[in-house]
């Protein structure tokens, strides 16, 4: 029987991923999209085929995580056999300027989805997008067992979705994981994430239509890997025997300050000559280093990355220089977008 998968947070990077490899897989695969004024669809529209074609096997329907109704209508209609919550406000800076509307989507959204899961009455399989930033101020390296201290509205979202997973797990019996997932990035990586800011900004710089990039603090470490590995590890812990909790990260140890060498260094370019410093980009409380061990994923799920920071780099370099070419004054436009947060 063809399974059926509901993902909400579709549209964004890991979503689009993720899609892309259910329906690899063979999954009749439904996608949850905000309604909007414009289309938002640009990371899934090259799988998406009319609903007429009797070979479609991609659904987009609309709702948000605000509203708890169309969640449990939805689920009602779909009755999937997995769903996997990726919907979040999802950037760090974001959440102190939007502290109440990130509250809502990134913690009270996944109770709502919850609930609906249970109110609907169906068997379903759930996946929560857990972030290593809910170990903030915890030196690395941090596991499943690493105690969480958030940083950021954002983190301690993040931190009330984990728990809230976990309770539902053990209150109702439900299948429900948290993948905590360290940073990870693509040329699909939304254009204000510092990875994606720094390889866009080198892309221009080479092709002569920007000078300068400005940035906040070079000395926070992450340990960046390649999204597309990691959609891998979250369909694996739906597969596994028992519902448990993973941490998927590569291991590695990296500065902003190393990825913007990494990455100029790729275009022929030194960063020092185009790099400076705005403190608009600084956040109010920092998450200094994250470093992950994934041992657990590695052993139980046979999941490892192999793709790490240097080459991640250079995978989207290459990809923001290819799409500059095609993208025109378009691509100027949006340059200016990306430093504005
Ligand atoms: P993105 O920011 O690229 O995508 C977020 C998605 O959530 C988008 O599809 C967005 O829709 C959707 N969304 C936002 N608010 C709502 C809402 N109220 N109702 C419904 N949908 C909403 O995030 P990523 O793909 O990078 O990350 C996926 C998930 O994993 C997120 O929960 C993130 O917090 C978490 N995470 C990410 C990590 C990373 O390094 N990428 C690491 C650890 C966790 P729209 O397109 O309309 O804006
Ligand atoms: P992060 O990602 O906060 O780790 O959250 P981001 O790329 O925004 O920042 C990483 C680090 O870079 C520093 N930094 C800058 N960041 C941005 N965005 N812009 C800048 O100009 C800049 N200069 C320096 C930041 O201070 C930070 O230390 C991401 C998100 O995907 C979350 O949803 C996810 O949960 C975590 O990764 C794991």
Redesign the pocket.
């Known amino acids: 029987m063809t399974k059926r998968a509901l993902i909400t947070g579709i549209t964004g990077q890991d979503g689009s991923y993720l899609a892309e490899l259910l329906l690899k897989k063979g999954y009749e695969v439904h996608g949850l999209i905000r309604r909007a004024s414009t289309f938002n669809t640009a990371r899934i529209d090259h799988m998406y085929v009319d609903p007429h074609d009797p070979k479609a096997k991609l659904f987009l329907h609309y709702g948000d995580l605000s509203d708890g109704a169309r969640l449990v209508t939805l689920l009602a209609d779909i009755k999937p056999d997995e769903v996997y919550n990726l919907a979040?406000q999802?950037?760090?800076?974001v959440s102190f300027d939007e502290p109440e509307h990130t509250g809502n989507t990134t913690g009270v959204g996944t109770i709502r989805l919850l609930e609906a899961v249970r109110m609907s009455g169906i068997d379903t399989k759930f996946y929560q997008?857990s972030?290593?930033?809910m170990f903030g101020a915890t030196p690395p390296p941090q596991n499943e067992e690493t105690p969480f201290y958030p940083r950021?509205p954002?983190?301690a979202a993040?931190v009330y979705s984990y728990w809230i997973t976990k309770n539902y797990r053990e209150a109702y019996g439900m299948f429900a994981v948290n993948g905590i997932?360290?940073?990870?990035?693509s040329p699909r990586?939304?254009e204000?994430?510092?990875?994606?800011?720094i390889t866009r900004a080198v892309a221009a710089i080479k092709a002569g239509k920007q000078d300068l990039l400005?940035?906040?603090?070079?000395d926070?470490v992450?340990d960046w890997g390649y999204a597309a590995e990691y959609v891998e590890g979250m369909w694996r812990m739906l597969q596994a025997d028992e519902p448990d909790d993973f941490v998927l990260a590569t291991g590695g140890n990296y500065t902003?300050r190393d990825f913007l060498q990494i990455a100029f260094e790729h275009a022929g370019l030194n960063w020092e000559d185009h790099v400076r410093f705005?403190e608009r980009?600084?956040?109010p409380t920092?998450?200094?280093a994250?470093v992950g061990d994934a041992s657990k994923a590695q052993e139980k799920l046979g999941w490892k990355a192999t793709v790490h920071t240097p080459e991640l780099a250079r995978i989207m370099v290459d990809a923001d220089m290819e799409a500059l070419k095609h993208a025109g004054n378009h691509w100027i436009d949006t340059v200016d977008l990306a430093?504005w947060?």
């Open positions: 979040a999802s950037h760090v800076r997008a972030s290593s930033e950021s954002y983190g993040k997932l360290f940073n990870h990035e990586r939304g204000t994430f510092v990875t994606r800011k400005y940035m906040g603090n070079l926070a992450r902003v705005d980009y600084l956040r920092e998450v200094d994250l430093s947060k």
